[in-house]
């Protein structure tokens, strides 16, 4: 009779009659092991009524009863209200079945062992060849961390390509957020992101920035500022020039890059630059307008057009003899080239003032070369047997106590 009437509660739990139940419960009937027959038959209401009035001995095996038989909604509802028995089965099942949802909620919960984890999910999906719901999983929070694992896994079980290219894509997909998010998180890069104009990078800015403390000439006579002035700047352009080319001028503050150029002899952006020049007044202009300039530039410019006087003499006295050619052939005068190269001793320039036969040589500024202890120059002038050589050059030879100038005669 003991029998009949267990196999009585264990059909009606199965078969998910419960108000049959409640009648066998009010008659006297145990309820104590009907829980593995609501797992084998799956009938969520049942199992409500089971747990609202708090029937039934649990057994932790009626987890993987339910599981094999693919009942998943009744699972998500034990494992909602608290039921115990989830483990590394229970997720190997969920994941042949492919049930993603519950998968999910599986490795969220946490509420069995380690095994029961996202990592052994992802595992799993690629022993199954789960490749809709791997490719889901190795989007999850979390899974970023596990990707290079799942791939090695993928590669021991030589699983099919298209599992080994999801996970890497994976992989790749989460490489670039990371890279995102370090800009994101960065204040400088944040800044300069924020700060953005198309074409105009950190190089660029930088070199724009120093435009407010450079002056663009040198005093009242507008001549070109001195190297060391700029020597900031050049530093910054450089670094600017690895990264772009000459086409990209347009970039930066024409009015101060004129004057950087002519401070630095820089001849290749000068050509880019045209500069007009005016040979009787040895001077060179630039003409900025509609050209990319900066605020003190606009407001000191008259006409947006920039002009430097004494050129040649700059040309000569800082050795840059390209410069020097450039003006040259524009017709500018050089009538104290001689001079200033007989001071500061640049052989480049004495070589092309040489070669082109410029006049205003004077025997006197053997003397000056001779005192500065210009020993290549004076050779240089010895070589094409120039006039001065006397008893006042060997004196300013003496002065300079160069010893080997003396000897050059």
């Not at 670039?176 to 994101?184: G, M």
């Given at each position: ?21 409640q ?6 009937l145990?309820?104590?092991h009907?829980?593995?027959?609501v ?14 009035q708090e ?28 039921y115990?028995?989830?483990?590394r089965?229970t ?6 079945y492919d049930q993603l949802e519950f998968?999910?909620?599986?490795v969220?919960y ?27 999983l ?21 699983a ?11 992989r ?22 924020s700060?953005y104009?198309?074409?105009v ?10 435009c ?11 001549e ?27 970039l930066?503050?024409?009015?101060h ?5 002519l401070?630095y ?23 900025c ?32 003899a390209?410069l ?24 480049s320039i ?6 082109h ?11 000056n ?8 120059l ?11 050589f ?20």
């Amino acid at each position: 009779m003991m029998m009949r009437a267990r196999s009585c509660v264990a059909s009606a739990a199965q078969k998910g009659h419960v108000e049959m139940l409640q009648y066998l419960c009010t008659t006297g009937l145990s309820v104590v092991h009907v829980w593995p027959s609501v797992c084998a038959g799956g009938h969520l209401d049942m199992a409500q009524y089971l747990w609202t009035q708090e029937l039934g001995t649990w057994d932790d095996a009626n987890i993987n009863g339910a599981t094999e038989r693919g009942h998943f909604e009744l699972l998500r509802f034990l494992l909602d209200v608290g039921y115990t028995g989830f483990d590394r089965r229970t997720l190997a099942l969920a994941i042949q079945y492919d049930q993603l949802e519950f998968v999910q909620c599986l490795v969220t919960y946490a509420l069995g062992p380690a095994s029961v984890s996202l990592p052994s999910a992802l595992c799993d999906a690629v022993e199954y060849s789960r490749l809709d719901l791997l490719s889901r999983l190795c989007a999850q929070l979390g899974a970023q961390d596990h990707l290079a694992a799942t791939e090695a896994t993928a590669l021991y079980y030589c699983a099919p390509t298209a599992i080994v290219q999801c996970i890497q894509n994976a992989r790749y997909r989460n490489a670039v957020a990371q890279r995102t998010r370090s800009v994101l998180l960065s204040k400088v890069h944040f800044q300069a992101i924020s700060m953005y104009q198309d074409g105009v990078d950190t190089s660029t800015r930088q070199v724009r920035e120093l435009c407010k403390d450079l002056a663009l000439v040198c005093n009242y006579e507008n001549e070109v500022p001195l190297p060391r002035t700029y020597a900031t700047y050049h530093e910054r352009f450089c670094h600017w020039l690895s990264r772009h080319d000459l086409s990209q001028l347009d970039l930066l503050c024409w009015p101060h890059l004129v004057a950087y150029a002519l401070s630095y002899g820089n001849m290749a952006v000068l050509e880019v630059l045209q500069p007009r020049v005016f040979a009787a007044q040895r001077r060179v202009e630039f003409d900025c307008h509609g050209r990319c300039m900066c605020y003190s530039a606009k407001n000191n410019l008259y006409c947006h057009k920039v002009a430097f006087n004494c050129v040649t003499i700059y040309a000569a006295v800082s050795g840059y003899a390209e410069l020097l050619a450039f003006l040259y052939k524009h017709d500018c005068g050089v009538a104290w080239v001689w001079y200033c190269v007989s001071l500061f001793g640049h052989l480049s320039i004495a070589k092309f003032a040489h070669g082109h036969r410029f006049a205003g040589w004077k025997p006197r500024f053997m003397c000056n070369a001779a005192l500065a202890g210009h020993l290549n120059l004076i050779m240089f002038f010895h070589e094409h047997d120039y006039a001065g050589f006397g008893p006042h050059a060997i004196s300013a030879a003496v002065h300079s106590g160069n010893v080997d100038l003396t000897f050059t005669r």
